[in-house]
């Protein structure tokens, strides 16, 4: 009796697990295939040699933010957005045109009491690229600031959520 219980309970606990991987990798396969839609598009494109990041980024609309180096070695940023239609080109920024992620994240720092950055995301906003820094505050509410990405400048503030 007490092996049918034994057996029983590791039987259900490798179902269990098992269960749970498929879930976790089937609810990442979407992102997943869009981010790799979005590198595929900028080498179709020819607009990057070679590809060291990829971000999906939420705002007004949707978009992945891909960066890499151009053809030159510069450092750029290609913003995709999925459209239905193929583009001959997507909107580009050259990264040292602009102030770093570190800059932004400064920036809110000092503007902010920040307990915990969750995230520092490049993407764009009404034609403009702009920094998205996501951090909780000390009283652990949800905050987003955007800065302008060329000069860091505040564009939006949403605080404490």
Known sequence: MLNWVKFISAF?????????????????KPIGDLKEW??????RTQQVETVYDV????????????????????????FVAKTGEQQSQYKE???????????????V???????KVLH???????????WEVAFKNQNGKLNYMY????NGDWTKKILNL
Not at 38 to 43: S, T
Not at 66 to 75: H, I, M, R, S, Y
Not at 120 to 130: H, N, R, S, T, W
């Open 93 to 107: 920024v050259k990264l040292a045109d602009g102030i770093t992620a570190e800059d932004a994240m400064e920036a």
């Open 120 to 130: 520092v995301l490049l993407g764009m906003e009404k034609d403009q690229p702009i």
């Open 12 to 28: 259900l606990l490798t179902l269990i697990t098992v269960i749970v991987i498929f879930i976790f990798v089937n609810a990442y």
């Open 109 to 115: 720092k000092k503007d902010q009491k920040v307990d």
């Open 147 to 150: 800065l302008n990405f060329e």
């Open 38 to 43: 979005a590198e595929n598009e900028v080498r």
């Open 55 to 78: 971000q999906p980024y939420q705002g007004t609309s949707s978009l992945v933010t891909v960066f890499g180096k151009n053809d030159t070695g510069e450092n750029i940023a290609v």
